[in-house]
């Protein structure tokens, strides 16, 4: 039977020794609760580290795993050295700040906490692979583990794999300034399915993939590595029915009763976080602070309860961080308490959940104001507690619940002036507003719960995971299995149908800069004294010509429609020129490249194309996409085609591509020669697809390809070519 295996930085349980003996406690945090109900409903296996097992004794560690293992709990054990530079310092002295904008506190100088980093998720990819049986789900949570699932990927090529963040992901100008940004997106996308809270994060994030790694910027999925990777946004949320039953419950009523009592009268403006920089604490009490400056009668009418709840207290910036907000409450107390009372309360502790539902019961107002948030459940567990539809929710901007809760009153965090006007109006809210808004707020909290995101999440990755349908093209295999270059090597004779740019050459920035160098001239060369080598490229003729024009090569220019078939000859045209129709689609691009900075168009004897390598990826995305809708609503789809290549879209008379040379290329091969092509990009495909099976095609980069085999850049290509050539292996590593 197929199970879960769910994958955390740690365990929902912790181990440790108490008086001698051993102890195993269930967490409370979030990813815990929200992960319980899959927990327990798909008989699953959480894998994560179980906290330090130094202390242990090895009979008490066997008996600790023996417990873990009754409650479907796998350990990944860690050493103290190693946990402390991928938990701390890499994950949490990069990851979290950066991901969260703050970047003064961004280590980039890391390169001992990154490799941690690297080899934590290699021992997690270790035993998860050890747990998966055929059929298994995989879902790993967070951004301690983003190197895992393509570490999964290539133990387990076959695996469903998803992968959740639960934290915001960065603009791709932020992400950008991480040193090892193509290593940790290389590990998302070896996932099937990516989850993100919201629509921006999910934006973000295949903007810094168009922008590092090269891929097209997909909105729902990208194409890489010969795989579509789908890319969902799943809203986490909480147990809403569980904290609806305990805000009924008689002892957590009377709590929250004896709370209203203490306050005498006054208002409650609550406020509950981890101590952490990213909630905006400072900023919210000097927000307090303004308000009282601004409304000095409010001083006996207004109590400011915060929780703060401890958090990573061996960092020294949080060290920092919590002498900051400890000042700043005795500063304030000092400053505009009385002989009655005091405005805030602080308690810097960690309390019983049924505590915490008290006091939202009792909080006249919620005040949640992080910096930045990738959901912030405080505010969704607030609405769900509020059974009489009484209070008011002050939300920052800058959580990803505000994408949701637009019932909360919406406040800049950053502007403290603002969230001070935001406090006196929620305290002065009308009890009929306050009925509306918290109505709405309760319906889409208890909808859309932590049941709900998480049934959604499994359900997309099945989808994102399902197998082709019956018909569709194998997927390519990765790299070239030596026998299949050995069997080349040792075929009589070899033909070589070669594209150009991508596979011969990198992409370049501005076309002529991609001129071959000398090396691959001479390769080519030494190439053609024992084999047949065609070079197929959609260049124009004049390029191919002044590059290999001297060289013994059959050259096809522009798609095939020019062909020089042997050294001696001239060039041949695939029919008569018929390009009446350039005219109105030259003007369409020309509209097009004056509004996308960085995008050129390229005339050729009967095509037209438009190339935005260098252009803004996002800009050039959305003016790719009108484009093409004006060009389809124009242009005669009877005889003219639109064609998506790297970074370009063509348009091209019907019958002209590259796979009409390939009748010309066979009816010339000698018995028993074994055919190769080699190309990277859509247009490549018509070559492909005009072969017979018993042809060795090659797809060089990432997107879905009808190849037998795929290279990933035009460096493997050369030494395969080279490799062949020597006719032994000179060292050739796809």
Known sequence: MSRLLIVSNRLPISVRVEHGAL??????????????????????????????????????????????????????????????????????GVLWPLFHYLLDKVNLDAELDWEAYQRVNEHFADVVATQYRPGDAIWVHDYQLMLLPALLRRRLPGARIGFFLHVPFPSAEVFRILPWREQILRGLLGADLLGFHTAGYRRNFAASAAHVLGVEPGEAAIEHDGRTVALGVHPISIDAAEIERLAGHPGVREEAARIRAEARGRKIVLGIDRLDYTKGIPRRLL??????????????????IQLAVPTREMAGAYADFRRVVHELVGRINGQHGTTCSTPIHYMHRSLPFEQVV????????????PLRDGMNLVA?????????????????????????????????????GSVAAAVKRAIAMPPAEQRVRMAALRRRVATHDVHAWA????????????PEPAGAAVASRPGMPESVVESVRLAPQRVWILDYDGTLVPFASVPDLAAPDEELLALLRALSERDRVHVVSGRRRADIERWFGALPLHLHAEHGFWSRPKASDDWVALESDAAAWKGEVRALLEDVTRRTPGSFIEEKTVTLAWHYRTAEPELAGEHVRELRARLEARIPLDTLELLAGAMVVEVRPRGVHKGRVVPLILDDVPARAAVIAIGDDRTDEDIFAALPPSACTIHVGNQSSRAAYRLPDAGAVRRLLRSVHAGFDAGYDA
């Open 23 to 92: 102890c195993l406690t269930r967490s409370s945090g979030g990813l815990a609760a929200a992960m319980r109900g899959p927990h327990e409903r798909h008989c699953a296996l959480w894998i994560g580290w179980p906290g330090s097992v130094a202390s242990l004794t090895p009979e008490q560690r066997d008996d600790a795993d023996a417990a873990l293992a009754g409650m479907r709990a796998v350990p990944v054990h860690l050493g103290a050295a190693e946990q402390h530079r991928f938990y701390d310092g890499f994950s949490n």
């Open 287 to 304: 927000a307090i602070e303004r308000l009282l400056e601004r409304e000095p009668a409010l001083r006996e009418q207004v109590r400011f």
């Open 358 to 369: 008290a006091l939202y019961l009792a909080a006249d107002v919620m005040l949640v104001t």
């Open 380 to 416: 969704k567990e607030y609405v769900a507690a509020r059974v009489d539809n009484d209070g008011a929710l002050i939300l920052s901007e800058f959580a990803g619940a505000s994408a949701e809760l637009a019932e909360a009153i919406s406040v800049n965090p950053y502007d403290i």
């Open 455 to 466: 049934q959604s999440f499994l359900e997309d990755l099945d989808r994102a995971a399902a």
